[in-house]
């Protein structure tokens, strides 16, 4: 890592204990500037402690944390360059949407025309511009969501860290408010650390995703890397759907790994493994959008493919998705695009063919 | 049509049990409030005389055998002309704000750290703010002027650690009313500060810190605003019974110490003008709903002006 691309955020060894739990156990992370970096875990993995102690709110047990280079470990949190954006919010409800926003300013005891200023050019940020005489209680669910982010912004913090920001939105809503917050975040250049349970937001939010599990980084990379090369059968399950068979080594070399899986109907050869396999005993993974699903027996030479039976399938207009039990017995979850608006549809009981690229194939170690 | 005709019978019935259930505090406040200050409200419009009851009637028999309505603000002329019901109002005023004031600050601390405390400790906590009512009020008091007396258990424990070389003069002054009042209400002061400062939502301080308030600037911007309906119940909760409280200035207080509970009793029992201590009784009353009312207005102007 040249000198100008060192990390931003350091964390080194950092753990918290909350009696004999473990909440975060010996973590290290390196965020860059300006990188939109989210923490995606299920409740209880420790992300929101994690978060919490970057935001000076809870003191590690041990490890440091450094920010811009400087040691923030013990910094209490109102002297720290740190703002925070707490899930539900927050809003102080015995002050207005303007005095929400100016608090930070005032507490800095900066004049009051600057803060006007401020606050104003902020809420126009936001799109609240008539708003700043409300009530938080007077707002509804995406307008507080824009002053809780306008209050943690206006103080212009090199890192803005945010609890769960879509959570208490609707879905319509979170969807329209994900792309909102990516502009504000490339207009402003602040760094933003994100921690949310759901995929979906860590992914289409995200430049760098870091999974946890049980107070420790399972697999920190870009969305893509994290969904199409998870590391472990965590992630792969974690992150969107798969399919997972489990296979045996037959034989394995630098060039090429030999498997007998099943489910898949029967040797499979992966060329160029990338990975060093330790256990005979592995599972190999499938996305289901990548498997293809036809009622004509394939004749590309390069695909595997199993024959079996539709046993489920559910329409969801843009796509459907299939449950196929193969000749196995295995169930095979397919996702198909319906790119053709009339034509020959799989239904209930058909026998079908799946078939997929000898590239989709994930190996995974047990 | 019968599905419809249905419906109107549930929601008649419905309205019915509605009104019935919003009825019975209305009654209840009728029965016990409203009827008894109207009797007294009746008697201090009447005259003293010596008779069973002491006072004169309402409607009087007039000799032509018609009726007619007898009525007197003597009682009230009086209480302004003679101006010991004034200075004993003042005083009650005093010595019920003084002792408000000091329960508050006395009572926001351990109501903060009753709140803040684990859930278990929690509970022990609020039954200690409790365990006095068990005992009798009277009993209480009592035992206070055993403490508080020249030879007592106060007066002997700081001569004995020698912080004093002559007993104080405790019992029968007003700081000994005072100790009385604040011992006896802390709880009413406690217990719904505690209800409010329980339900204070702690991301709330979380958020303030974050932006760069200190922690008594936290207090001062977020915990103390957000606990103000919990300070007013509680100082309105202590203030009201404090202002016409007997038995704690009869028994610790001195003969100097005036408030008007003891003029109303001497009022009734001693004098047995029933009419005059009527009359202090319905402007004690009036003194202490007519700044209530006011609150409350104001309370809800400021509500409506917002929405």
Redesign the interface.
């Known amino acids: 890592m040249s000198e100008n691309e060192k990390a931003f955020i350091q964390i080194r060894e950092i753990s918290k204990h909350f009696g004999d739990v473990i909440a975060v156990n010996k973590v290290d992370l390196d965020i860059k500037k300006g990188e939109l970096f989210s923490i995606l875990g299920a409740s209880g993995s420790g992300k929101t402690t994690l978060l919490r102690m970057m ?3 809870e003191i590690p047990t041990e490890g440091k944390i450094f920010i811009d280079g400087v040691d923030m470990t013990n910094v ?3 002297k720290r360059p ?3 954006m ?1 899930q ?1 919010y ?5 002050m207005t949407v303007f005095d929400n926003i100016a ?2 300013l005032k ?2 005891g900066i004049a009051k025309d600057v803060i006007d200023e401020k606050v104003n050019k902020m809420l126009a940020l936001v799109k609240l511009s008539d708003y700043g005489k409300r ?1 938080p209680n ?1 707002l509804s669910g995406g307008q507080s969501q824009r002053v809780a982010l306008a ?2 912004l206006i ?1 212009e913090p090199k890192v803005l860290l945010l609890d769960e920001p879509l959570a208490a939105l609707d879905k319509k809503l979170r969807q329209s408010t994900q792309f909102e917050l990516i502009d504000i975040q490339e207009e402003l250049g602040v760094t933003f650390v994100i921690v949310t349970h759901d995929q979906e937001e860590a992914m289409t939010l995200s430049d760098r995703i870091a999974v946890m599990e049980e107070g420790e980084f399972v697999q920190i990379g870009t969305p893509n890397s994290i969904y199409e090369h998870p590391n472990s059968k965590f992630v792969a399950d974690f992150i969107g759907n798969i399919n997972m068979f489990d296979a045996k080594v037959t034989s394995s070399n630098e060039q090429e790994l030999a498997l007998a899986c099943k489910a898949l109907g029967g040797e499979i050869i992966i060329q160029n493994p990338g990975q060093t396999i330790h256990s005979t005993e592995l599972s190999v993974a499938l996305r289901p959008e990548k498997v293809i699903i036809d009622k004509q027996q394939p004749s590309d030479e390069d695909h595997y493919y199993v024959k079996g039976v539709v046993e489920d399938f559910g329409y969801f207009g843009n796509l459907s998705i299939f449950r196929v039990r193969t000749s196995s017995g295995d169930i095979v979850q397919v996702s198909k695009q319906n790119r053709v608006r009339i034509e020959d549809t799989i239904t209930w009981e058909d026998e079908v063919y799946l078939s997929w690229e000898q590239e989709s194939l994930i190996v995974l170690d047990n | 049509m019968s599905g419809l005709l249905i419906n109107v019978d549930n929601s008649f019935r419905e309205r019915l049990w509605k009104n019935l259930i919003i009825a019975i505090p209305y009654f209840w406040l009728l029965l016990f409030f409203l009827a008894p200050f109207l009797i007294v409200l009746k008697i201090s419009l009447a005259d003293p005389i010596i008779a069973q009851p002491p006072f004169t009637p309402l409607f009087q028999d007039n000799d032509d055998g018609s009726m007619s309505i007898y009525t007197t603000f003597d009682n009230y002329l009086f209480l302004f002309q003679d101006s010991l019901y004034l200075v004993t109002y003042l005083s009650s005023v005093k010595l019920a704000f003084i002792s408000t004031v000091l329960a508050l600050f006395i009572g926001y601390p351990i109501a903060y750290g009753i709140a803040r405390s684990p859930q278990p400790t929690r509970n022990i906590l609020l039954l200690l703010v409790v365990i006095p009512f068990w005992i009798s009020f009277l009993l209480r008091v009592y035992a206070w002027m055993g403490i508080l007396k020249t030879k007592g258990l106060l007066n002997g424990f700081l001569l004995w650690i020698g912080i004093i070389d002559q007993p104080l003069e405790l019992l029968y002054t007003d700081t000994a009313v005072y100790i009385g009042m604040i011992y006896s209400y802390l709880p009413f002061m406690i217990l719904p500060l505690y209800a409010n400062l329980e339900k204070l939502d702690i991301r709330l301080l979380e958020a303030a810190s974050d932006l760069g308030a200190r922690r008594w600037e936290v207090f001062k911007d977020v915990t103390l605003p957000l606990s103000m309906p919990g300070i007013i119940a509680g100082c309105c909760l202590m203030f009201i019974p404090a202002i016409g409280e007997y038995v704690i200035p009869t028994l610790l207080g001195g003969a100097d110490t005036l408030m008007i509970g003891r003029v109303l009793f001497d009022e009734f029992f001693l004098n047995r003008d029933w009419p005059v201590a009527s009359a202090v009784a319905i402007v004690l009353v009036l003194l202490l709903v007519l700044p209530i009312v006011y609150f409350q207005k104001r309370q809800n102007q400021e509500l409506w002006s917002e929405s």
């Open positions: 935001a000076g709110l209490p949190p109102y740190v703002n925070i707490f539900n927050a809003l102080f409800p015995h608090y930070g507490k800095d009530r007077q209050r943690s103080k």
